[in-house]
């Protein structure tokens, strides 16, 4: 099983209480004593190939992983980020914010100077963490988007920002109890078909409810690449937050899996910066087999499993096809 690795923690109250509150993004820090930290395994060889562009800082790593097309990974932090900068002729797109915990705005306006539209993959606080520093947002504009635009308090997600969840210390002036997802406005509903318009590129909005009921993913038709948010990258994909839905997760992984003969690229939003599409189809047979009871579930922490699928896996609740 490949990361995002859960980190020890030593408070069991912490995550007694985060697992009542409903507002906490996904879980707190997690233990796996056969894993180690998170911190043990970076650098990752995925992105050794790559040049680390002058734009990074002491938190966002920066690389342009393909002509106009950079990761903005945040390596320190457990959650390991990828926020995703295209830029056209005429106009950039941010697809995510990261965290909020260090100025994602200062990384983008040196990497360009273009009208710059923000949309997001999904409202999980890890990815729409910065998004109160943009002014235009495209957003789905569900129940579940708007709720998050308007916030949550540090108590809800304080563990992002606990020791055990970072490799080294937090950025200069940055205090932890000042951490919160701060509101953000929205300026434009986004759907599924939508076109975005960069000069010289265009972005298709792909619609794949499942992880969260505003999942969407990206496709640039004209090079064959997709950006894939949390719906599916290289690591433990997590699906066991309350609003997951696995019907309309297994749906939108078929819409994707029906993508990949004209796909040159993955662009994922945790952890490695691509991914070879022929592994949409694995995912989606691994998704099935985890369901029918096909593969052997593995204790993640009390009352959570993962099921390993080749070099990734899904993490569910653990109970969650009893009834099947």
Same mark, same amino acid.
């Not at 650098?43 to 950079?70: I, M, N, Q």
């Not at 390596?75 to 990828?82: G, K, L």
């Not at 509101?183 to 759907?191: E, M």
């Given at each position: 099983?490949?990361?995002?690795?859960?980190?020890?923690?030593?408070?069991?109250?912490?995550?007694?209480?985060?697992?009542?509150?409903?507002?906490?993004?996904?879980?707190?820090?997690? @233990?796996?004593?056969?894993?180690?930290?998170?911190?043990?395994?970076? $650098?990752?060889?995925?992105?050794?190939? =790559?040049?680390? /562009?002058?734009?990074?800082?002491?938190?966002?790593?920066?690389?342009?992983?393909?002509?106009?097309?950079?990761?903005?990974?945040?390596?320190?932090?457990?959650?390991?980020?990828?926020?995703?900068?295209?830029?056209?002729?005429? &106009?950039?797109?941010?697809?995510?914010?990261?965290?909020?915990?260090?100025?994602?705005?200062?990384?983008?306006?040196?990497?360009?100077?273009?009208?710059?539209?923000?949309?997001?993959?999904?409202?999980?606080?890890? /990815?729409?963490?910065?998004? /109160?520093? +943009?002014?235009?947002?495209?957003?789905?504009?569900?129940?579940? @988007?708007?709720?998050?635009?308007?916030?949550?308090?540090?108590?809800?997600?304080?563990?992002?920002?606990?020791?055990?969840?970072?490799?080294?210390?937090?950025?200069?002036?940055?205090?932890?109890?000042?951490? &919160?997802?701060?509101?953000?406005? =929205?300026?434009?509903?986004?759907?599924?078909?939508?076109?975005?318009?960069?000069?010289?590129?265009?972005?298709?909005?792909?619609?794949? $409810?499942?992880?969260?009921?505003?999942?969407?993913?990206?496709?640039?038709?004209?090079?064959?690449?997709?950006?894939?948010?949390?719906?599916?990258?290289?690591?433990?994909?997590?699906?066991?937050?309350?609003?997951?839905? +696995?019907?309309?997760?297994?749906?939108?992984?078929?819409?994707?899996?029906?993508?990949?003969?004209?796909?040159?690229? =993955?662009?994922?939003?945790?952890?490695?910066?691509?991914?070879?599409?022929?592994?949409?189809?694995?995912?989606?047979?691994?998704?099935?087999?985890?369901?029918?009871?096909?593969?052997?579930?593995?204790?993640?922490?009390?009352?959570?499993?993962?099921?390993?699928?080749?070099?990734?896996?899904?993490?569910?609740?653990?109970?969650?096809?009893?009834?099947?």
């Amino acid at each position: 099983m490949s990361n995002r690795v859960f980190v020890p923690v030593l408070f069991a109250a912490l995550l007694s209480a985060c697992a009542t509150r409903g507002a906490v993004d996904e879980t707190p820090v997690q @233990a796996d004593s056969t894993l180690g930290t998170f911190c043990d395994r970076l $650098p990752r060889p995925e992105f050794a190939a =790559l040049d680390k /562009h002058g734009a990074s800082d002491d938190w966002f790593e920066v690389y342009e992983v393909r002509p106009g097309t950079f990761a903005i990974y945040e390596p320190w932090q457990w959650q390991e980020v990828i926020s995703w900068l295209i830029v056209g002729d005429t &106009r950039a797109l941010l697809f995510d914010t990261g965290n909020g915990i260090a100025d994602i705005r200062r990384v983008v306006d040196r990497l360009t100077g273009l009208p710059l539209t923000v949309t997001n993959s999904h409202s999980h606080a890890d /990815h729409v963490g910065g998004n /109160h520093a +943009f002014v235009e947002i495209l957003s789905t504009m569900d129940d579940f @988007a708007i709720a998050r635009s308007q916030g949550l308090p540090y108590e809800a997600v304080a563990d992002e920002v606990s020791p055990q969840a970072l490799c080294h210390g937090l950025p200069d002036g940055y205090q932890a109890l000042s951490h &919160r997802l701060r509101p953000y406005p =929205l300026y434009d509903r986004v759907y599924d078909g939508a076109r975005i318009e960069l000069g010289g590129r265009v972005l298709e909005v792909i619609a794949i $409810p499942g992880h969260t009921p505003d999942s969407i993913a990206l496709l640039e038709r004209a090079s064959g690449y997709l950006w894939t948010g949390d719906t599916f990258y290289m690591g433990p994909i997590w699906l066991y937050a309350p609003e997951t839905d +696995f019907e309309a997760y297994r749906a939108s992984m078929a819409r994707l899996v029906a993508l990949a003969p004209a796909l040159t690229a =993955l662009f994922p939003a945790h952890n490695t910066p691509e991914a070879n599409p022929v592994v949409l189809a694995q995912a989606l047979a691994g998704f099935d087999a985890m369901r029918s009871g096909d593969i052997e579930a593995e204790l993640a922490w009390p009352g959570t499993v993962t099921y390993p699928v080749g070099d990734f896996s899904f993490l569910v609740k653990q109970g969650a096809f009893d009834a099947r």
